[in-house]
């Protein structure tokens, strides 16, 4: 399906959390224009909702996207931990989604 500059798509991502609670985390989806090596530039982050409780510590979050430029474009998930007091740490608490 091509899009356009505008139309709007939902993106979902299945995290499994074990035994940590969605709202210690926060899950993003890491967006951006991408090169012809598939790599994301001019990157912007959004916030991702829970959207359901799908058991066993798993959850499906989701964020509603906008098309914002004409070209090829890229998008992957990441999982940090909520609040303020790891932010800056090196390498930092992070995980990306896996391609599977």
């Not at 001019?42 to 798993?58: D, Q, S």
């Not at 979050?61 to 007091?85: D, I, L, N, P």
Request: charged share 25%; proline share 2%; glycine share 12%.
């Amino acid at each position: 399906t091509a899009l356009h500059v505008g139309d709007k798509f939902s993106v979902t991502t299945e995290v499994h959390l074990g035994e940590l609670s969605p709202n210690e985390v926060e899950v993003q989806v890491y967006a951006g224009r991408v090169t012809s090596q598939n790599e994301i530039v001019e990157h912007h982050v959004a916030r991702m909702t829970e959207a359901e409780n799908k058991g066993n510590g798993r959850y499906l979050f989701r964020h509603e996207m906008e098309c914002m430029h004409s070209g090829r474009y890229g998008f992957t998930a990441r999982v940090m931990a909520a609040g303020r007091e790891f932010e800056g740490c090196i390498p930092g608490f992070i995980t990306w989604a896996n391609g599977e």
